[in-house]
């Protein structure tokens, strides 16, 4: 160490210091030169020697139990009760069925109903709208319970576990970021590494291709191998199994906690041919036929009660008996695709799980597998090659569908990257056996009761008496808690922090019949509402059907919170809801309802119904605040939500370029195969897409090649509202050369995690015409391309 010796108060200060910690004495020189540490001892004190000292570091303090278990906590998506075969459904699920034989197996975990919401109670313990979660996180609004923002005062898990020892790890869907801070500008504090997470390796929106999916390491955005058989899901499993590799590595004495989350099995549906093969003629009978199947096996392996009842279908929801026999070859396509999508990420579960084995981690690991985020998803409504047309609320035929898949190879192309296919809401319907509803149903089962499964091998004794006791996704984190020996932290990071809302069930991990602690849970989604309190749930199902959302806005303009018809459920002998007890008790749901406003209040719920606002409000879809952009060649990877509104809104899009002969490449594009637009050279030719989801496709191309040189490219866009028709208008050099008209445009979103790209079209390909070129790479050189917001 060198200290600059004509420093006067330096040299003061290095005299104090050795005057007063040690027996030596210095002769601080003035003439400017450097002095050496540490300097001439005095003779007539004893001098310790470096070879007669002892050094020792400090002990880490030691915050956890001595044998501090591993944590592994699965989260798949949009999956419901009656799919897997461990809970009486029909599909192969051999990840599930080996944790169930090795743990304990629950049948009365519920989650929000919806993904984004589901996720931020899982992973800080509170109630969804109290940590500003009423909807996903592409549909905030600006009511307090609705902003997408968990609050820093919400501490997550992963957060408290992280400064108790752990190290952390989140792999797969996030959609917990606000949609427009997730650019590679950030800001990134609430990104999963702001969020406790010390590495994220998966995507941040709420779906993404399983064949070219969007991703994000940490806080870069990356591209995926470039395989011909590449599948995200099968991504996420290597990932985390080399995560786990340098665990043992760099930190085999901290335990960890990872947060395994797929997109699996949201829609898209996208699996290889060969998965969905597996379940060929299973799903002849329909949908109607799988429910009383799967109802009685059920009953049988006794995963339900003995006196269950079979809940009705809804009359809006249509019986197979009503599908065309025409139709019917494709809905059958549709079920066995999903079925082969969901025995295809489960499989990746056990791999994940045999590499805990391998690596003699699986014994003091605890594994919380909650199959599905919500129930099973009814956003697919009549069967769709496109599901994104269902949350824009446009309406599709089946000869539609028909026509526009036949162009793609037929049924075959279900589940490949050229399509985003999703089921009929039947057989989402028929994934919730036995109760009614679906995903986005706040008050029936059918969207909130989800399957979950514990094991723990060194402490948990298996058993295959399902654990019965009314628990909710907010209970994981006060569980760990108490497994842990964990006080919920007042402050974390210096933010003082709300209450927890859960309460364990860790008894039940010692006695799967342990009485319920849970006197009382809220629940609201979409005005699908309800209370829960001491066995009963008094509920109402609100203005949203989530199997026919084209009349929602119409039904959400109508609708009066005030007006709606509650129902009342005695769960403690009926567990499916089937039997109204409204007009029996009147004053208890009186009180329940009254009960229900208090605790809606105190959560931020209110408005009741917010997470309905941009339904009817599309204007007001979060997006950028700008109106002009300039780009250049390297911009990439530019979420859609924070983009320039391209094929939504008015705009003019300039383009300086230099060009080569006969010149190829895409010089902007925005969206996907299921979605978008682009505009490109073909062969020299300016072309530009407007792909409605693939049902709809709108090309226009110059009659003349463009010369080689340099040039000004100007594309028009005008638009009266959102979805009306979409003009556009393309000049080179101040000369229009083509000019074409859409039938209509999308009014929310092409997509959830495509992105804007210049020059390139990444991720999956927009223009059928480029798909086998893809990313289509522009030739020449883009100079500046400028966005201005005409409207």
């Known amino acids: 160490m060198l200290f600059p010796a004509n420093n006067q108060k330096t040299r003061s200060l290095l005299s104090f210091i050795l005057a007063g910690t040690t027996s030596f004495a210095a002769e601080i020189p003035n003439d400017g030169s450097v002095l050496p540490f540490p300097p001439t001892p005095m003779n007539s004190v004893a001098k310790p020697r470096l070879q007669d000292s002892t050094m020792k570091w400090p002990e880490d303090p030691q915050r956890l139990p001595a044998d501090a278990p591993n944590i592994l906590i699965v989260l798949l998506d949009d999956v419901g009760f009656g799919i897997s075969e461990v809970f009486g459904g029909e599909v192969h699920t051999p990840g599930l069925k080996k944790l169930a034989n090795e743990g304990i197996r ?12 589901t996720r931020a109670s899982l992973l800080t313990g509170r109630n969804h ?8 996180a592409e549909r905030a609004v600006a009511f307090d319970g609705y902003t997408g923002v968990i609050p820093k005062q919400a501490a997550t898990i992963a957060e408290v576990l992280k400064n108790y020892g752990y190290k952390t790890s989140a792999f797969g869907k996030w959609h917990n970021t606000p949609a427009v801070e997730t650019t590679s500008m950030g ?15 998966g995507f941040l929106a709420g779906e993404t291709s399983q064949w070219e999916p969007r991703l994000t390491e940490n806080l870069n955005h990356i591209e995926p191998p470039k395989s011909e058989n590449y599948h ?23 335990p960890f906690l990872m947060y395994w989350a797929p997109g699996a099995v949201h829609g898209p549906h996208h699996v290889a041919k060969e998965w969905a093969d597996k379940y060929k003629g299973k799903f002849d009978d329909g949908w109607d036929v799988y429910r009383q ?61 045999d590499g805990l084995e391998e690596r003699d981690q699986r014994e003091n690991t605890i594994v919380i597998y909650i199959w599905g985020d919500n129930g099973s998803s009814a956003e697919g409504n009549n069967g769709t090659i496109s599901e994104l047309l269902a949350q824009n609320l446009l309406p599709s035929t089946f000869e539609q569908q028909q026509t526009a898949l036949n162009e793609l190879g037929g049924l075959d192309a279900l589940g490949s990257a050229k399509v985003d296919n999703m089921y009929h809401a039947g057989w989402a319907w028929a994934g919730s056996t036995p109760f009614k509803g679906t995903k986005l149903t706040a008050s029936y089962f059918g969207g909130t009761r989800n399957p979950m499964v514990v094991s723990w091998p060194k402490v948990i004794k298996a058993s295959e008496t399902p654990c019965s006791q009314f628990s909710h996704v907010v209970d994981i984190a006060p569980t760990l808690f108490e497994v842990l020996g964990i006080t919920p932290p007042k402050f974390v990071d210096g933010h003082p922090q709300m209450p927890i809302d859960g309460v364990s069930f860790a008894d039940t ?30 509920c109402t199902f609100g203005p949203l059907r989530p199997w026919n959302p084209e009349d929602a806005p119409k039904q959400i303009k109508a609708w009066d919170s005030d007006n709606d018809e509650w129902e009342l459920y005695d769960l403690q002998n009926d567990f499916s809801q089937a039997n109204n007890l409204a007009t029996v008790h009147p004053d208890r749901l009186a009180s329940m309802k009254k009960r229900f406003l208090a605790v809606a209040t105190e959560n931020k719920d209110l408005p009741i119904g917010g997470a ?28 859609e939500f924070t983009a320039p509104g391209l094929g939504k809104r008015s705009n003019v899009v300039t383009i300086d370029l230099e060009i080569g002969e006969n010149e190829n490449g895409v010089l902007y594009a925005l969206g996907g195969a299921a979605g978008g637009l682009t505009c490109y050279l073909d062969d020299g030719y300016l072309t530009y897409e407007y792909n409605l ?3 709809e496709r709108s090309i226009v191309r110059s009659k003349q090649r463009l010369q080689p040189g340099r040039h000004t490219i100007v594309v028009n866009t005008t638009l009266e509202s959102p979805g009306a028709p979409l003009s556009v208008r393309m000049s080179v050099d101040d000369i229009e050369v083509a000019k074409m008209t859409t039938k209509r445009s999308v009014p929310a979103a092409f997509s959830a995690s495509e992105t804007f790209d210049v020059g390139v079209d990444l991720g999956s390909p927009v223009a059928r015409d480029y798909f086998d070129r893809a990313p289509f790479e522009f030739g020449g050189d883009i100079h500046k391309l400028t966005v201005e917001s005409t409207k």
């Open 106 to 117: 629950y049948n009365q975990f519920h989650t929000t109903s919806i993904c984004s919401p």
């Open 129 to 136: 709208t109290r940590v500003g979660y009423g909807t996903i």
């Open 187 to 201: 800001p990134f504090d609430r990104w999963p590494t702001g969020y406790g997470f010390e590495h994220f390796w």
């Open 232 to 254: 995200l899901t099968e991504g996420m499993a290597e990932e985390a199994l080399a995560w786990l590799d340098d665990h043992q590595a760099f930190a085999p004495d901290k």
């Open 293 to 353: 199947r799967v109802h009685k096996r059920q009953l049988e392996m006794g995963i339900i009660p003995p006196n269950t009842k079979l809940t009705d279908r809804d009359p809006s929801l249509e019986a197979w008996d009503d599908i065309p026999e025409a139709e019917r070859a494709f809905q059958r396509r549709l079920m066995e695709v999903f079925a082969g999508f969901v025995e295809h990420t489960d499989s990746q579960v056990l791999r994940l799980v």
């Open 509 to 538: 991990f010692h006695d799967p019949t342990a009485s319920s602690e849970k006197h009382e849970q809220f629940f609201d989604n979409n005005g699908s509402r309800g209370i829960y309190l001491d066995g009963w749930m008094a």
């Open 612 to 639: 309905m606002w941009t339904r009817i409000h599309p204007e007001d879809i979060i997006g950028s605040p700008y109106t002009s952009w300039t780009f250049n060649a390297n911009t990439r990877r530019m979420p």
């Open 693 to 695: 989801f693939i049902i």
